[in-house]
Structure formats: C-alpha cells, structure tokens
C-alpha cells in the first residue's frame, strides 16, 4: 500500500528506535488484552431467559431404547443417522386460570434441529426452517400449543433431537409457559442471532460492491480486490440456503461449506498485502483447506464432509486469524495507521470468539451460543471503517494536493510574470542596443564623416570658423545621443562621466577650467526607470548650463557637484549643480533672464527640460558688482525627482 | 608635463598617420607638425605599408575604412612587426565598435578626428610617454563585459576574463567621470600608475592569436569574406 509510505518513521537510531517500538508493543499489547478481556466479560453474560418457573430442566431421555432421567441442558453424543433420535420426554402443568391465554413451548438453543410434540401432536419441526438447521447459527424455535390441543393440568410433551454433525448434539433448557412470558426472551435471540447477522451480510454485500469497484477502479491494488471477493463468499454463504436431504443442487452445498476455510484464507490473504506483503507462489496454500473442503462435497458423502470440516475449516479460521493478530501488530507497530489497529481489534474479538466457540464444541463450556459468525461483523465494521478512514485520508491528501498545487501555480504564474517583463526589458535592451550599433555604423560612416570633412575644411579655410564650430557642435551632439541610448542600468553617472569629457573638450579651448566635484562617493542614486530620453534631456540641460557660462558669462571657472541629499520626505535625490564665476546676470520676478534674448531663450528650454524629467530646477545669478564675491556668477542647481516619469510630462 | 614633450628630442618623433579622407589628413597632419613630429602621411594601406617597410615609426595613426581595405589590419601588422610602436586609431565617434577592435588586435587608444590641434598633440605626447588615453564609455563598455550577462551583448567581442578588479575598479571610476586623481585617492593608489594601469589594460584585451583576432573581425563585421 503506497500510502503508508507517509506514515513512516523518520530514522531513529537504532536503540531510540527499538525502545520506541517495545513501548509500542506493550501498548498494543494491553489494548488488545482490554478487548479481549472484554469479550470475555460478555460472553459469560447469560442471556436473560422467561421466568423460571416455566422452565423444565428435568426430562427423561430414551436415546436407542433405554431410558433415564437427564437434566438439561443436555449433551448428546455424535451420530450420523437421521433415523430413531434421542427422545426427551416430560411433564408440564397449565393450571386452568391460564386457558385464557395462548401458550407456547420455547427452545431457545438446540444442535441441530427439534421435534416438539405435544400430547402426541407434533407442534414444531426446525428442520423445515433452513436458517435454524445450521449449527453454526444460535436460532431460537418457539410454536404455539394449539388451545384444542391443551389441557388443563397434566400435558406432556416430547421433544426428538436430531443430530447430523458434525457436532455433538445439543439441547438447552426449554421453557412452556404463557406465550407473552416467553415471546420478549425468543424476540431477543431472534433478534441477535438472526436479524442482526442478516444486517451485517446485506453490510458485508454492500461492502463487497464497494471493495470490487475499488478493486476494479484501482487494479493495482489486489489487497482490494482479494476482500471483495472473501465478502462475496461470506455474502452467499448467508443468504444461499442450505436444503435438506439430496436435492439436484445439493452439491451447491459445497460453496456454504468450503466458504468458511475460503473465506477466511481470502481475508488473511487480505490482511498480508494489506501489511505490505507480497503475493508468492506458497500463497496458494492458504486455500488448500477450502479447495480439498470442496473436493469433498463434490466427490464424497455428507458424513465425510461433516467431518473433514471440524479438522479442516474450524482450525483454518484459527490458524487464519492467528497470523493475522500477528501480521496486524507488527504493522501497527511499524507503521501506525487507524486501519491496521481497527483490523487489530476486530481481530482480536474474533480470536477470542473463535476459543470460546471451541471449548463450547468440546463441551468445556455449560452452553453452546456460538459467537464466532457473530463477532465477524465486528472485522466487517472495522474494513468498513477503515475504508472510510483511508477515504477520508486520501480526501484529504488530494485537498492539501490541490491547495498545495493552487499555491504553486499562483507562485509559478508570479515568477513567469516577473521573468516576462524582465525578458521583455532585456529584449527591450538588447533591441535598443542593436538599434544603436546600426545608429553608430551608420552615422560613423555617413553624417560622422562628412561633419568631420567640416571641421577640417573650415580650419583651412579663413573667415569660416563659426560653420567649424557648428559641425563641431554637430558631432558632440551626434556623440551624446549615440552614448543616451547606451544602456547605463539607471546609473547616471555612467552618462555624466561621459559628459564631462565632452564637455572638458568643449571648454579647454576657451580656457575654462571643469572643476567636477562628486560630493557624495556614488554621486547620484541609481534609477532603474531611467529612460535614455531622460539621459538626453539632463545632458542638453547641462550643456545648455555650461554653454551659457561659456558664451554669455566670461566665466574662468565652472564648478560642477554632484550630490545626494537626503529630501524631506525621507527620500534621498540626487543634485546636479553648475556654477561659474562669470558675470551673472538678472533675474526677473517670473524666473526668465531679463538680458539677452537668447540667454533667456536658454533658461527656457532648460526649465522645459527638468519639467520632461520631474526634476526641478533652480536658478540663481548675481550680476557682477554686487558685493556677494563668493556667491557672484550663475548657478544652476537640478534636483532629480525621486522618481523619473515614465511618460513625457508637460513642458513647463 | 614630460621632458619629451617640448626637448629637441620631439624632432626624432616620428609618425605614421593614415587617412583617406583628404581634409582630415591635412588638418592632423598639420596639428602634429606644429607640435614638432616628423609625419608621415599615407592615404591608403598600401602607402601605409610602403611608409613602415622604411623602418619602425614611434607612434602608428590609423583610420579603420580605407579604400583598399581595413585600419584593423595595418594594426595587427605593425603590431606584430614592431612591438614598440605605439598606434593609435582615429576614430569619428570615438564609439567602442572602432576602438575596442583596434584595441583587440593591439592599438593602445584613440583620437577623435575633430579634437582642437592642441589636444591632437596633447594626446601623441601622452601617448609616447606611455599614457594611453581612454574615454568613459570605452570604460564602460569594457566593464560591462566584465559582468556577466546570460546571452553575449551587441557590440564587438571582447575577453575580459585577464583584468583584475582593480583594474575594473579604475574603469568603473573612469566611466563615472572620475578623474586619475580622484581614481587613485579612492583606490589608494598612486595617481602616476593610473595611466599604466590602463595601458595594462588594454595589452590584456588584445587578441595574440592571428586566427582569433580574424575570426572576431568576421564576427563584428569588420571584415568581409
């Protein structure tokens, strides 16, 4: 059984491991010895009987033609003959006062059938009840004395007992009395001994139903199929008759009489593959007992098969639910499971049934109630039980399953998600970097080339320097959106470093020196929504700065920090200031240069491009003459937002 | 800066400059030999090579696409013919795709075709006193190399497996803005070794086996079969 495999032991070392399984033991142990215990207790309860005062023990027997006194109950040798039966015969008084009411004659427990005559009528025969005939069922017989047959006082009565084995026959006290005294005590026999056993095989039929499904449904699993067909024979054992007397389907006694070895091989085959055992070649001896039962009912004689049936049938059960009290403690022990120990108990319970039963056939007990059949539904209970148990379980199992499997879909989908827009931004990035190679190629062989020819024609050539410094600004400009789309993982300061040669080459002619100041060791925090659009607009913005400086503000000096600083709602931005010592220059109310048209056309664009970028910029200018010589030039000073839009945002 | 720089030694400077394109010849030409540099300019390969069969100049210039085939080449060549010469590669954009594969087959930096003269001469001097000069996005290519990423970038191939990680340190600050100076306070280091750490590493990124380099020119496209 696979589903065991949950259930075992985690490995112990092996002394932890053997004092964990002795303390098992004894648990099991005990558990089974209370049960026992308690089987005993009930078995020893007698049945209450109708009161004693209608009771007749004392009887005289004439069994083959002598005569005696006997007092019930009464054990009756063994014989095989039909004919001329031990006859009891005896006294009872119906005092007048009584006629008004029926009386019956009551035979609670007889082997194996009864002829109760009363003043020579013939009142009851069990042997027309097929139920009754079986030894191996405690049928109770009870008939009512018709009132014309009875008289008042004196009335005799003779009971033949009729005795075909394969046990000693067997009769208990009988009671003659008022039918309503007598009735409650027979509706209590018939009730246990008779409906309740028919209750339990329409449960064992139904079980069989439903193991043979599981059997078929799940044909790896013999276990399942091997108890079906043990409730199969135990079903037809109970409800097929057996008739009387050599009729044309009297053969098919055989299946009732070799259903008990059979049936009981079938359940220990069980309970071996259940515990984990495989089926082996030797396993077929089990049904060695029920086959040569068979062959017995088929080829021999009844008497032969009475008798082959106490030596082979009543010790196979035994022998059957002996090696499954063994089999089922050592699963317990090895792999505790409710199944194993409900199959534990309810072998135990038959067990002890099944002793008692012996000692009432050798006639070691006063009463012969036989209990083994009886206690049979008990193991019917504990496979029903325990096919719910492991159905429940396995309920169980397959919702933790699915919950377990809801979870790590939903984890799955979650990682397929994140691993999609990963994929998705590195193919994003990796087509952006195709797209610039092909971009760089392209230009470097085209439009690079030419603005180059530019430079160089305009250098030789006189009077034509500002179309020299147009394609030289062309190329720049060219060499900073070919770096903008180089992707620079949201480091910003991989674009600066480029910038700041750029912008060294740009100022060395005109004598300005770059003094670049990163303030804080990372400089700027990384952004990993920077875009390269974003890159572009911060660099023209820091150019257009850096070119102001150069062409309106004489400066000699420009001073470019980079800083991060902690804002005030807790997150830290980065600041990119740019500083000269130039000139200055007014600022109006509104923010705009009041100078040059095209200064202010500058200060503009820069304000446009911080807006695109969420960054903020602030601008500060002291014309010269002022007498703040330590804050005198321009500064522009950029604080990056927290976070970079990712759409464009209104130019401001 | 360097005794080398201004001495009568200049004279003895000499180099080799190969451009196609007239006007930018003219205008390097003329910016090295105001600075004092014996030039001697070629307009394709083959005058190139006519030019270095008459001995070992100090410093090679070279363009990439040339009319009768590829700067690449000429590099590898002279490279392997006299390991002393210094080579440089002129290039427009200063873009990695032409640096770094003249880098690989053994150029030790580059020039910006429209550099001011002051600077073109700056960085020949540089250069011959053994500081190669290199940009922040060249910096930052190589690092990017260094890091590894599940399918190879666009770009030209590059093994990066030999650079130790100071020397990645020194690119990381390079491609930062940092300058030498700043670079070497932070890494504790001497703000004379920048420069030949840099050298360094780029005699590390070059290619020793003819067939590699052949095949990785292929791969980038530099070279048509």
Redesign the interface.
Known sequence: MNDHADDAQPDLPGRERRRLQASRLIQYLLLQAAIAGACVVALLQSLPGPPAQYRMTALQLTDAGIERAVTLPYFSPRRDAMNDPPRFSGQFVRPASEAAQPWSVFVPRFTNGVEVTVNGVVILDSRRDPAANRPDRNTPAIAVIPASVLRDGENAISIRLFIWGPITGFLDRIWVGPDAELRPSYDLRTLIFVTLPVVFSSWQAILAVILGIMWVMRRHEPAYGVLAAAMAVGVGQAFLQTPMGETPFSKLNVILISSAPIESALVLTFALLFSGWKWQRYGWILFIPGVLLALAGLFGNQAMVRALFLILAVPMVGISLLIMAVVTARSALKRPNVASLLLGCAVTIMLTCWIADLLSVFQMTPNRIFTSRLSYSAMLVAIGAGLTWRFARALNQVDGFAGRLVSQVREAEEKLKVSFAREEE?ARA?AL??E??RL??D???GL??Q???I???S??GNGSAGIGDA??AA?KD??LV??SM???GG?L??A??????RAM?QL??HDIALD?R?VT?Q?VPVHPELRPWHVIQIVRLLDEAVTNAVKHANAKRITVRIETLAGADGHERGCITVEDDGKGFEITSDGTAAGAIKAARGLRNMRSRAARCGAELELSSCAQGTDQGADQGTRVRLTLPHRFPDSDGAAG | MNSLSEGPKAEAITVVLLEDDAPTLWRLQDALTKAGYQVKAAGTLAEARACLAQGAPKVLLTDLQLPDGHGVDLIRETRRRFPDTEIMVISILGDEESVISAITVGATGYLLKDAFPTDIAATVRDLVAGHSPISASIARFIVRRTQSTPEPPPGPALNTTKLTPREIDILWGIAKGFSYAEIASHLGLSRQTVPGHIKNIYRKLEVHTRGEAVFEAVQQGLIKL
């Open positions: 590195r990796a970097a195709r610039r190679t760089m190629r230009l470097h062989d690079g080339g603005l180059v020819s430079v160089a024609l250098e030789r394609a030289r190329l060219l060499r070919i770096d180089d992707d620079i480091d300061m991989l600066l470093g480029s910038w700041r040669e080459a060395r002619p670049w990163a060791p400089g």
